[in-house]
C-alpha cells in the first residue's frame, strides 16, 4: 500500500510543535521554581524556629534546676577548660538540658570544640557541620543595649549576675535570644568577631551575644545577613539579623517563639530587648561574688 503524497509520517513532530512544547515546558518550570523555592524557605523557617523553641525549653529547664538562666560566659584559654563551667558560653551550659550530657561532661577540648549541635544551626544559613575547625552557632542571647555586662538584657555576662525569671517584670514581650547576623562571604573563613571561636567557649562576645546597640539617638536593629567581602566581618558584630527574607526568629522569654521584622522601629526593638531599666537591676538579679 503506498503513501498519500503530502502526508507525513506518524508520530513525526513539526518544528512549531517542538517549539510550542518547549515553550509550555519553560512556563512550567517558571511557575514550579518560584514556587519550590518559597516551600524550602517556608521549611528552614519552620525548623528555625522550631530550634528555638528547643533552645528556649533548655534555657528554663536549666532556670529550673538553678534558679536563673544561663550566663553569657566570659573568655577562657583556647586549649584548657574552664574551672566552672560559667565561664563557658550559654550555648554550653544548656546542653544537659538538649539531650548532650556527654558533651557536657568531656574533658577533651577538641573533642567539645569539633562537636557540632545540629540544634545550633538555622538551615536557611548553612549546613550543620564544622566551620574554620569548630563547631558553630546561628543564634546569640539578649544582651539588652549594655556592652559590657548585658545588664538590661535577659543574658548577662558570667561575674556581673545572674537573671531570674521570677523576678522580671514581664516575660511575654522580653527578648532571649534570636538569630545573629553574619557576612555570608566570610562564612568559609576564620574572622574575628564572626565564627572565629567555637560556639560553647567564646564567652562574653559578639559571636553569642547580640544587643540592640546604641547609634547615636538610636539602636540597631535586625537587618538580613551580608554578602559582602567588602565589608569587614566585624560590621556585623553586635547585630541580630538572619537569612530569612523578611525577619528573624526569636523566642521570649516566656519561651513562645516568634519573627520580627527587619522594618521594626529601633525603639521597638530596643524596648524588646530591655528586661527592665538597669536601675531595677538588683531588685530583679542578685550579684553572685565575681
Known sequence: MTRS?????????????????????????????????????????????NNLRQIGLAFHGHHDVYQMLPSGGRDTPPSTLATTKRDYSWCYQILPFIGQHGLYSTTDPAKLDTTPVPLYYCPARRSVRLYHHHAVSDYAGNGGTDLIDGLDGTIVRTGAGVVNIG?????????????RRVNLAYIEECVDNQDSETCYRYGWNGNGIRWARPVGNSW????????NPGIPANATHYQFGSSHPAGMNVCFADG?????SFTVSPPVFRNVCVRSERRD???????PRR
Do not use: W
Open 220 to 227: 540597631l536593629t535586625p537587618a538580613p545577613d551580608l554578602s
Open 281 to 287: 537591676f538588683e531588685a530583679e538579679c542578685y550579684r
Open 5 to 49: 503524497p503530502g502526508r507525513r509520517p506518524r508520530g513525526a513532530v513539526t518544528l512549531i510543535e517542538f517549539l510550542v512544547i518547549v515553550a509550555v515546558i519553560a512556563i512550567v518550570v517558571a511557575l514550579l521554581v518560584p514556587a519550590i523555592l518559597k516551600v524550602r524557605e517556608v521549611s528552614a523557617r519552620a525548623q528555625c524556629a
Open 256 to 260: 513562645s517563639v516568634r519573627t520580627i
Open 167 to 179: 523576678r522580671m517584670p514581664s516575660t511575654s514581650n522580653v527578648l532571649l535570644l534570636g538569630e
